[in-house]
């Protein structure tokens, strides 16, 4: 009887390592944000913020902290945009807003004065669907924007009154910007 119980519990141990040590690890990105990012026009500006974000395991949220600072006007609202470096796109997850929230969706938490943190979570229900870009809501859209990103396909974006259009932005992707300004500087 004791020979069981030692040979169950070894298999027992066994199948946990396997499946925890299958399990993929969370996701960590981050990037900055500053003026000279912005589009159409390059913006010269004092402001600066961080955006750093954890993607959970199974893909199905993404845990956030936004930092932002010096901004010329007030804040109307900060998110994640589906746009390639220097191209504008789509508004796809909310991060804040002082302004109408966006129909369909969670009402996104007001846009604090600089100099300000913000946290929150995103799932597949904060999804904005742009379908001129082939980006869909819910669950599928989550998944698309999660593949935007490791793609170097999304950014967040701070809009303040002075600049309606975004003060800040920042690419969001797999690499580190000093590390990806790094990479450009060796190549020249």
């Known amino acids: 009887m004791k020979r069981s ?30 003026g000279y990012q912005e589009t159409p026009l390059t913006i010269n500006s004092p402001a600066r913020g961080e955006f750093s974000a954890t993607i959970e395991a199974g893909g199905t949220v993404i845990e956030y902290v936004l930092t932002y600072r010096d901004l010329s006007s007030p804040v ?4 994640i945009h589906f746009g390639r470096p220097a191209i504008t796109g789509g508004i796809v997850l909310f991060l804040c807003t002082n302004l109408v929230p966006p129909p369909g969706v969670p009402a996104p938490q007001a846009c604090p004065n600089a100099p300000a943190t913000i946290t ?3 799932t597949a229900a904060n999804v904005i669907a742009v379908p001129g870009q082939g980006i869909d809501s819910g669950a599928v859209g989550f998944a698309e924007m999660l593949k935007a990103i490791q793609a170097d396909a999304a950014y ?10 975004g003060e800040i932005r920042g690419r969001l992707g797999d690499r580190d910007d ?9 190549q020249r």
């Not at 109307?76 to 998110?79: D, F, G, M, S, V």
């Not at 967040?156 to 309606?164: M, R």
């Open 5 to 34: 119980t030692k040979v169950s519990g070894a298999l027992t141990i066994a199948l946990l390592t396997m499946v925890v040590g299958s399990a993929s690890p969370d996701e960590r990105i981050k990037t900055r944000l500053i």
């Open 120 to 122: 929150g979570a995103l």
């Open 178 to 186: 000093d590390e990806d300004r790094g990479q450009r500087r060796g």
């Open 76 to 79: 109307l609202q900060a998110h």
């Open 156 to 165: 967040v974006n701070v809009h303040t009154t002075n600049h309606p259009s």
